[in-house]
């Protein structure tokens, strides 16, 4: 009889070597990977071998008791005490106002000492400076900053690798203060702009890739050079002057102007979508609409292939027109039914010969939105796909019949097909 040996007070996963435990830790959230401290001696210090360290305080309810934040800090301090051989790949810190300042200054000059790549800050404090030692850190690969503060961008700052830089809720106080910053980041690929403030945005750049701008304050002007930007979002105002240079490659750009006077935007408008004309993939809001409508003379887009237009104001047949007609290579177009109020009476080319996709939203039972769908299918040759999003009001029997106007109306292209959703 063979010897059965009895394993079931074996404690296998402590024998595995520490490398693949701290791997192990690595799917758990700090705190909890500090828990297992209290498993047996074998696993009191496992922790320090995680290398992806995530720290958050949340302090939106003022009831938060004074022990509560000590106690955060002290595990903080804790941990990365007992990573003071360990190298950090990422650190994330959140935490507001009653944190001590001294002490959050102290964790972020920690981890990048210990040669952090991704460093998330969002912190809320008072007449708070980051660490010098920050802006020429070599190692760092992400920089995402959520804070309210002033920053003052050092003369010397230099961050030679690091690709991506997110920058929310911050006050830039000089006019080169952005172009200071996205300069010494010569690797930058991805470059996020989100409710900060400054007088003057210069992003000059060669291998920057995405940028976004959203409801960010710009006093003066904004200047893109950026020859290999492939996607730009443009979500605020109007600035004072816009330069827009070397976008050739540009793919995509999604672009929504908020509370804008179009009586005062002529020149800024021209400039602006003149500058990104060479887009493949335009999405526009109403009010970017609107805006593009007051462009003088009107920017033709010779590479856009597909285009989607949110819209709800009317009269806009001149600019949408002109756009369709302008826009020789366009293969898919999507808006809503307002956008277009007179369809053009001489087919422009995309239609003929290049429209392959088509989505009309807000579409009713009148005969305007029926109209306007059997142009399309009329004069469309090579139409594959007619989408057509009803408003929410409408019943099953009401897209029923519309489905069977469009399906009994005389169609160019004859493997076109009808949806009506």
């Not at 001696?41 to 938060?64: C, G, H, I, P, T």
């Not at 172009?179 to 690797?187: D, P, R």
């Amino acid at each position: 009889m063979a010897t059965q040996v009895k394993m079931e007070n074996v404690d296998r996963i402590s024998n595995l070597p520490d490398s693949i435990l701290g791997y192990i830790l690595s799917f758990l959230s700090t705190k909890e990977a500090v828990a297992t401290s209290i498993l047996s001696s074998k696993w009191r210090y496992l922790f320090a071998l995680v290398s992806n360290l995530d720290f958050e305080l949340e302090e939106s309810s003022q009831m938060l008791k004074i022990s509560t934040i000590k106690s955060f800090m002290c595990f903080v301090d804790r941990v990365l005490f007992f990573h003071n051989t360990v190298n950090i790949n990422a650190f994330r810190l959140r935490c507001g106002k009653r944190v001590d300042s001294d002490r959050v200054y102290g964790w972020i000059s920690a981890a990048i000492w210990r040669g952090v790549k991704h460093l998330g800050l969002s912190i809320s404090l008072d007449n708070f400076t980051l660490p010098g030692v920050l802006f020429t850190c070599t190692t760092l690969i992400t920089l995402k900053l959520e804070t309210n503060l002033v920053l003052n961008v050092p003369k010397d700052v230099c961050l030679p690798n690091l690709k991506i830089l997110h920058l929310k809720s911050i006050m830039f106080p000089n006019d080169d203060s952005v172009e200071s910053l996205v300069s010494s980041c010569i690797s930058l690929v991805e470059l996020i702009i989100c409710n900060c403030s400054t007088k003057k945005c210069n992003i000059s750049h060669n291998s920057l890739k995405v940028l976004e701008i959203i409801r960010s304050v710009l006093y003066g002007s904004l200047v893109i050079d950026t020859p290999a930007l492939a996607y730009f979002n443009y979500t605020y105002s109007v600035a004072r002057e816009y330069s827009l240079k070397n976008l050739q490659f540009l793919i995509r750009a999604d672009i929504a102007f908020l509370d804008i006077r179009f009586d005062s935007h002529q020149t800024k408008a021209t400039a602006f979508f003149e500058g990104i004309s060479n887009v493949n993939i335009l999405v526009l809001s109403s009010t970017s609409l609107k805006l593009l409508k007051c462009c003088e003379p009107l920017p033709i887009f010779p590479k856009m292939l597909h285009l989607k237009l949110y819209c709800d104001y009317h009269n806009f047949e001149r600019g949408v027109a002109n756009l369709l007609t302008d826009s020789g290579r366009l293969q898919s177009l999507f808006f809503y039914q307002e956008a277009l109020t007179n369809l053009p009476e001489r087919v422009p080319h995309c239609i003929l010969y290049q429209l392959k996709v088509i989505e009309i939203s807000g579409f009713m039972t009148n005969k305007d939105c029926i109209g306007k769908a059997k142009y399309f299918l009329e004069n469309a040759t090579v139409l594959m796909k007619l989408i057509i999003r009803t408003v929410p009001f409408l019943s099953e029997e009401q897209k029923s019949r519309i489905y069977q106007q469009l399906m009994a109306s005389p169609s160019k292209s004859k493997q076109c097909c009808i949806l009506v959703v």
